[in-house]
C-alpha cells in the first residue's frame, strides 16, 4: 500500500490496473479514472472488473494510459516479457508504471504461479521492453524475509487454531525486533518483492 501511495502523484490520469482484482489500492490513487483488468477466469469480483482478457494481450490501443498500476501478479503471467511489452505498448510516451511482484513468497493461487523475481530480473523485463528504471525498491530485507519463512514454518507446523494464533502472539515481541533490525541493517540481497516504478521514454528506442 505504501509503495503505491508513494508513487500516486505520478501515477496518474487515466490509469490501467491490470491484474486488478478487487481494486485494493483505489482510496490511495489519485488518477481521473481507474480502469480495471483481470483475466476472466479470476476469482475476484467481477463487478470490479472493467474488461477482461486472456492473460497474453491487453485489448486496448497502443498509447491509450497515462499511467499503469500491476502489483504481486506478474508471477502468475505465463509470459512476464510479453507483458512487459504490452505494458509498455499501452502507456502513453512521458507516463509511469508501478510494478510490483515477490522474490520470496510460497506457491499461491496455485497451480496459475509461474515464477519469482530478483531486482535484477525486474530491471531487465522493463528494459527489455524499452522502459526506463526510475527506481527499484524491496519490500523488506533479509530479516523481514527470515521472519517471515519462520512465521510461514510455525503456521505449517501448527496449524490447529487457536494455538497457531497464540504462537503468533507470543512471537510478535520477537518480530517487532527483527522488523526494527531489517531497517537498521538494511541488507537487501534477498527481499520479499520488489517494487519498481518504470517511465515510457517520450521517444521508444
Known amino acids: 500500500m505504501d509503495s503505491v501511495r508513494n508513487a500516486s502523484p505520478v501515477l496518474k490520469g487515466k490509469l490501467l490496473d491490470v491484474g486488478c482484482g478487487n481494486k485494493p489500492y483505489a482510496s490511495v490513487l489519485s488518477c481521473s479514472r481507474h480502469v480495471g ?11 470490479n472488473f472493467d474488461a477482461t482478457y ?12 497515462d499511467s499503469i498500476l ?3 501478479v506478474l508471477e502468475h503471467s505465463r509470459h512476464p ?17 508501478l510494478i510490483a511482484a515477490p522474490m520470496v513468497i510460497h506457491h499461491h493461487e496455485e497451480p496459475y504461479d509461474f515464477q519469482r523475481f530478483t531486482r535484477y530480473g525486474m530491471a531487465h523485463l522493463a528494459e527489455e521492453a524499452g522502459l526506463e528504471v526510475v527506481y527499484i525498491t524491496a519490500r523488506g530485507g533479509a530479516y523481514a524475509t527470515a521472519l517471515s519463512v519462520m512465521y510461514l514454518a510455525a503456521s505449517q507446523t501448527i496449524s490447529t487454531r487457536p494455538f497457531s494464533d497464540a504462537l503468533m502472539w507470543l512471537l510478535w515481541p520477537f518480530a517487532l525486533t527483527v522488523l526494527w533490525l531489517d531497517k537498521v541493517r ?6 520479499l518483492g520488489w517494487q519498481m516504478l518504470a517511465r515510457k521514454p517520450e521517444r521508444m528506442r
Open 81 to 97: 516479457t510479453l507483458t512487459m511489452s504490452e505494458i509498455a505498448r499501452v502507456l502513453k510516451p512521458g507516463g509511469h508504471a
Open 186 to 191: 538494511n541488507r537487501t540481497c534477498i527481499s
Open 37 to 47: 483488468l483481470d483475466i476472466a477466469s479470476s476469482p475476484h469480483c467481477k463487478s
Open 54 to 65: 486472456d492473460g497474453t494481450v491487453f485489448p486496448f490501443s497502443d498509447g491509450e494510459f
Open 70 to 72: 500491476r502489483t504481486e
